[in-house]
Nanobody
Framework: VQLQASGGGGLVQAGGSLSLSCAASKRNFNQHAYGWFRQAPGKEREFVAAISRNGYNTHYGDSVKGRFTISRNNAKNTVALIMNSLKSEDTAEYYC????????????????????WGQGTLVTVSS
């Protein structure tokens, strides 16, 4: 599985919104659960959001809950992360990841559980 994250690279003002997209190779897309993680300079990688195979179950990190939304489009093989009310502390490199999930409703929140990773896309929020 190849993952390609996009949508970052520019500068967003605090309070603004930004959408990230993760394009996955067609093979086995529907058999995978997906997640977004981020890593700021000098900090550990942090869980952001995850979505199950069927798209019905999602989970969010405490720092983004209520502001970010993860979704998937199985027809287009994409996973989106919509980020609202951005804060300067959201500045980080964002990574999408996937893992084969036997069950449709499984949501994975731990980085070690993911098998495939895309390259990062940088999100910079100015205060």
């Amino acid at each position: 599985v190849q993952l390609q994250a996009s949508g970052g690279g520019g500068l967003v003002q605090a309070g603004g919104s930004l959408s990230l997209s993760c394009a996955a190779s067609k093979r086995n897309f529907n058999q995978h659960a997906y997640g977004w993680f981020r890593q700021a300079p000098g900090k550990e990688r942090e869980f952001v959001a995850a979505i199950s195979r069927n798209g019905y179950n999602t989970h969010y990190g405490d720092s983004v809950k209520g502001r970010f939304t993860i979704s998937r489009n199985n027809a287009k093989n994409t996973v989106a992360l919509i980020m609202n009310s951005l804060k300067s502390e959201d500045t980080a490199e964002y990574y999408c990841a996937s893992v084969y999930a036997r069950r449709m409703e499984t949501v994975q929140v731990t980085a070690n559980e993911y098998q495939y990773w895309g390259q990062g896309t940088l999100v910079t929020v100015s205060s």
